[in-house]
């Protein structure tokens, strides 16, 4: 699993409202190409920079 995934799992598991949020932009932008989904973008959480 990356470090950015695991980072966007900790922190829905600490905050329900930014689950809601990350899983709201998982269904719009599942299965769409970037330009499909550039209407999801607005709505997706904002995720720390994570360094590798």
Same mark, same amino acid.
């Given at each position: ?5 695991? +980072? %966007?799992? /900790? ?10 949020? #990350?899983?709201?932009?998982? +269904? %719009?932008? /599942? ?10 973008? #607005? ?10």
């Amino acid at each position: 699993m990356s470090s950015c995934t695991s +980072e %966007c799992e /900790d922190k829905a598991d600490a905050d329900s409202s930014y689950q809601e949020s #990350a899983a709201a932009c998982t +269904e %719009c932008t /599942d299965d769409r190409t970037c330009k499909e989904a550039e209407h999801c973008w #607005a709505s997706c959480p904002d995720m720390p920079a994570v360094s590798t």
